[in-house]
């Protein structure tokens, strides 16, 4: 049996592996995508992102109203503006919300609007932050941190299932290494590390995970390939001018053309059980 130190609540062992609810969906069983903007911008480019997910067939909806940013001076998000955006996009598509926390005074009030709760891979050992979403009732979308071992951004789900909070998504983001052609190095590695050592789903980030909007389908089907429980993407109807992360965002057209080349490589997947 697969072990790890300090893994306790969230180790396999025998027991049955998490499925989070969130709605209708049911993350850790079949292939959940959540897809969105990096940053809430304004109502149009939300609603139109969203109704596009929706008709390639995204289980949810993401989108930044809090954005940890490297620079004071870019686009910080609209806060509780961009949530009431998110809520009005849930209204009309019935998409469940995946949002970020940045700060340990939002939890409670987000988790209002959120249906997931987003920490960041910046945040990952934020540990006033963890036991804050630990306390939430919503699930919680743990991203690994760029400088991370696998056994650090376990801990890190231990600290929120030792809250109380027993709906943890894991998801892999990419890692700092020194290549510098890629944004960061996809690990998918750490996702089937994760799935032997924990219960929790894990998911695919192939957007920060690589940072080009080239690579990122090709990594989509190489998570589907690897066993993820779904993936997490960035798409904007017009990358050009996007108030971040405009490198590594899909087109809704590029991503409903994803979305058709992940489906019968889950039915494959499916058949090999
Ligand atoms: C994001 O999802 O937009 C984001 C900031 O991701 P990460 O924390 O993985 O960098
Ligand atoms: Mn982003």
Not at 267 to 272: A, C, D, P
Request: charged residues 25%; aromatic residues 6%.
């Amino acid at each position: 049996m697969a072990e790890m130190k300090g893994i306790k609540l969230a180790a396999l062992e025998d027991r049955k592996r998490t499925i989070v609810r969130v709605g209708k969906v049911r993350v850790g069983t079949g292939f959940t995508v959540i897809a969105g903007p990096c940053s809430v911008e304004s109502e149009e480019q939300v609603l139109e992102t969203a109704r596009a997910v929706k008709a390639a067939g995204a289980d949810m909806l993401r989108g930044g109203a809090f954005k940890p940013r490297t620079s004071p001076y870019s686009f910080q998000g609209l806060g509780f503006k961009g949530l009431k955006i998110l809520e009005k996009a849930r209204e009309e598509t019935g998409l469940p919300i995946v949002t970020e926390v940045i700060d340990t005074r939002d939890v409670s009030w987000v988790s209002e609007y959120a249906d997931v709760l987003q920490i960041g891979a910046r945040n990952m050992q934020n540990f006033a932050l963890l036991k804050e979403a630990g306390k939430s009732s919503k699930p919680v979308l743990l991203k690994r941190g760029m400088h991370s071992t696998i056994e650090e951004w376990l801990n890190c789900a231990e600290y929120i299932l030792h809250e109380g909070n027993p709906n943890v998504i894991l998801c892999e983001r990419g890692i700092r290494t020194f290549e510098t052609y890629t944004r960061n190095t996809l690990d998918l590695s750490a996702v089937c590390a994760a799935k032997e050592l924990t219960h929790l789903p894990v998911i695919v980030d192939p957007t920060h995970g690589t940072g080009k909007v080239s690579l990122i389908p090709m990594m989509s089907l190489a998570a589907v390939a690897c066993g993820s429980d779904g993936l997490i993407v960035e798409v904007h109807r017009n990358p050009a001018e996007a108030l971040s992360d405009k490198e590594q965002a899909l087109t809704p057209d590029v991503f409903s053309a994803m979305m058709e080349r992940i489906r019968p490589l889950r039915r494959f997947m499916e058949g090999l059980k």
